[in-house]
């Protein structure tokens, strides 16, 4: 697979250094050891009697397995790896939710990583201890050295939509406390123009007077968010997703929407057929 930089040429050239050298040599394979899910600390289970699903949920053990994948399976796969890579055992990560951090997790858990983490979602914990990753406590953590998170879209100015698992809240909340971000999509998640539903987690209270500053708002058919938050998704015109952003921000009850900007999307870690494109801001 070959790699390429986009931006700035001093900025992560160890990085880009390690990225393509995981990705010729194929990857690790995935540990043998376990370790018990209870081990995930800090708030990462659900409200009790509150289970919070991830629709993207762990990955299928044949993203592992040669020849069994799809093309997109596989620049997922290539991405996840890719990602990893950026990983060093004294780093404190943040690692968000959904099928392409799950792989992340897991190419971190073959390499026997002794970074530490904080994640967005139960499905990621479960999938972070299953291979052997220790968590911290993100109710006293506060700064985190990286950020690995995916994105259901991204246009080519960098706004992204986040929030397809419905995670996009703790997403938000880490990403922000992250001196890093990357932002790892396979060629898929790559649009001219953002036009996917925009996720809410929205408060309980008051449900019906906050809808009803949300024409449009259709609730999803899930239970509560892990902090109890409403699911949620509004088809939005998208051509200022800044001017939705702030509309969104400004409506009472919207605990968190999915338009992540520029801002925060900085670097892009993008595969696409045989290359790897590493994209900065």
């Not at 992560?12 to 390690?18: I, S, T, V, Y």
Request: with cysteine; hydrophobic share 40%; aromatic share 2%.
């Amino acid at each position: 697979m070959r790699h390429r930089e986009v931006g700035s040429a001093r900025q992560g050239a160890a990085d880009a250094g390690r990225c393509s050298a995981e990705i010729r040599a194929g990857g690790s394979q995935r540990a043998a050891g376990t370790a018990s899910s209870r081990g995930a600390a800090g708030g990462h289970g659900p409200v009790p009697g509150r289970p919070n699903p991830d629709p993207h949920g762990p990955a299928r053990p044949g993203l592992y397995a040669p020849g069994v994948t799809t093309a997109g399976d596989q620049e997922k796969l290539a991405v996840a790896r890719a990602a990893a890579t950026l990983v060093h055992d004294d780093m404190v990560v943040a690692l968000g939710s959904g099928s392409t951090v799950a792989l992340v997790a897991r190419a971190l858990g073959a390499d026997r990583s002794r970074a530490r983490f904080a994640v967005a979602s139960l499905a990621t914990a479960t999938v972070a201890t299953t291979v052997g990753l220790s968590l911290v406590d993100d109710a006293s953590t506060d700064r985190y050295d990286l950020a690995i998170d995916g994105a259901d879209e991204v246009d080519p100015d960098g706004w992204a939509i986040k929030g397809g698992g419905g995670a996009h809240t703790r997403e938000r909340i880490l990403i922000a406390a992250a001196d890093r971000f990357v932002c790892a999509v396979d060629s898929s998640k790559l649009v001219d123009r953002l036009t996917r539903a925009v996720p809410l987690e929205l408060q309980p209270f008051a449900l019906a007077s906050t809808l009803s500053r949300l024409p449009g708002a259709v609730l999803r058919d899930a239970p509560p968010t892990a902090d109890g938050g409403v699911l949620a998704d509004i088809e939005e015109d998208l051509s200022d997703p800044a001017a939705v952003a702030a509309r969104l921000d400004a409506t009472p009850g919207v605990v968190d929407h999915g338009l992540f900007s520029p801002q925060l999307v900085r670097e892009l870690l993008i595969a696409r057929g045989d290359d790897l494109e590493h994209r900065r801001r």
